[in-house]
Nanobody, 125 residues
Framework: QVQLVESGGGLVQAGGSLRLSCAASGRTFSPYAMGWFRQGLEKEREFVATITWSGGRQYYADSVNGRFTISRDKDKNTVYLQMSSLKPEDTAVYYC??????????????????WGQGTQVTVSS
């Protein structure tokens, strides 16, 4: 069973930066893609970014494009989310997720097979 563990969340002032990490264990084969999602208070969980594990192709939600960067370290089985120019509206619990199968890059959380427990990011104004 794949386990995903996020870290790196915290409290930051608006305009600041944070880097989230998500370490994977228990894999028997490489995933197709890894993604980051977030869920604000009383909001739906929404797509943030995704990266294909093999080729490193990246896709972003419009709301974070140009401010956030997703990357992966295949040797460490870890995916990162570098967040810059943070805004109060970025406040949320951030989740990493793994998509097993190569059915195409997707922002749909239903297509991801494994999820971490989440890490809180709070951006103060």
């Amino acid at each position: 069973q794949v386990q995903l563990v996020e870290s790196g969340g915290g409290l930051v002032q608006a305009g600041g930066s944070l880097r989230l990490s998500c370490a994977a264990s228990g894999r028997t084969f490489s995933p197709y893609a890894m993604g980051w999602f977030r869920q604000g208070l009383e909001k739906e969980r929404e797509f943030v970014a995704t990266i294909t594990w093999s080729g490193g192709r990246q896709y972003y939600a419009d709301s974070v494009n140009g401010r956030f960067t997703i990357s992966r370290d295949k040797d460490k089985n870890t995916v990162y989310l570098q967040m810059s120019s943070l805004k109060p509206e970025d406040t949320a619990v951030y989740y990493c997720a793994e998509k097993k199968y190569a059915t195409g890059v997707s922002p749909d959380r239903a297509e991801y097979d494994y999820w971490g427990q989440g890490t809180q990011v709070t951006v103060s104004s």
